[in-house]
């Protein structure tokens, strides 16, 4: 199976696949949607970030794909109607990036919280202000979060860790 990646993908992930004796990869991140086009029909299978865009001329161009896999959540930039109508799969991978997310955003309102920015940057300047640069602790205090989805949830488990009380607000969960 000949695979076409057209987006920047985590080089463990591309490992695994390239230990398949019956698939051979190919990494050609930045294509144009005229470039796609172009080279298309030569794949079986199709692996995709938010970059590139799967439009209906292009599955219309691709003769052998058999799947379209989008790493990450969504599918937004995959022409869904015209991949059904000729066949082809299409698959996401939705909790790809959760905890990873979820710790960035942690590490956000940590950094936030505790005034890093604004620390390291009068550090740099050769300052130590540290009185100035205090912060305030995350324990006891209350954080809100709009959105109790994968990552929500996942933000959620890791605050209480640290003795927040957490509030959430989704339109799509009861709770």
Same mark, same amino acid.
């Given at each position: 199976?000949?695979?076409?990646?057209?987006?920047?993908?985590?080089?463990?992930?591309?490992?695994?696949?390239?230990?398949?004796?019956?698939?051979?990869?190919?990494?050609?991140?930045?294509?144009?949607?005229?470039?796609?086009?172009?080279?298309?029909?030569?794949?079986?299978?199709?692996?995709?970030?938010?970059?590139?865009?799967?439009?209906?001329?292009?599955?219309?161009?691709?003769?052998?794909? @058999?799947?379209?896999?989008?790493?990450?959540?969504?599918?937004?930039?995959?022409?869904?109607?015209?991949?059904?109508?000729?066949?082809?799969?299409?698959?996401?991978?939705?909790?790809?990036?959760?905890?990873?997310?979820?710790?960035?955003?942690?590490?956000?309102?940590?950094?936030?919280?505790?005034?890093?920015?604004?620390?390291?940057?009068?550090?740099?300047?050769?300052?130590?202000?540290?009185?100035?640069?205090?912060?305030?602790?995350?324990?006891?205090?209350?954080?809100?979060?709009?959105?109790?989805?994968?990552?929500?949830?996942?933000?959620?488990?890791?605050? @209480?860790?640290?003795?927040?009380?957490?509030?959430?607000?989704?339109?799509?969960?009861?709770?």
């Amino acid at each position: 199976m000949k695979v076409l990646v057209c987006d920047n993908l985590s080089s463990h992930g591309l490992e695994i696949l390239r230990q398949e004796k019956d698939i051979y990869i190919e990494q050609k991140p930045g294509l144009t949607p005229q470039e796609l086009i172009s080279i298309i029909p030569d794949y079986d299978a199709l692996i995709v970030r938010s970059s590139t865009k799967v439009t209906a001329e292009a599955i219309a161009a691709a003769k052998n794909l @058999k799947v379209v896999g989008r790493a990450g959540v969504g599918l937004d930039n995959v022409d869904i109607p015209a991949a059904t109508k000729r066949g082809i799969v299409v698959m996401n991978a939705p909790g790809g990036n959760t905890i990873t997310t979820a710790e960035h955003a942690v590490a956000m309102i940590m950094a936030v919280s505790r005034k890093i920015p604004q620390a390291t940057n009068s550090m740099k300047d050769l300052k130590w202000e540290k009185k100035k640069f205090m912060g305030v602790e995350v324990f006891n205090k209350t954080l809100g979060i709009i959105g109790l989805g994968r990552i929500g949830f996942e933000v959620s488990r890791r605050m @209480k860790e640290f003795g927040m009380r957490v509030i959430a607000f989704d339109p799509f969960i009861s709770l």
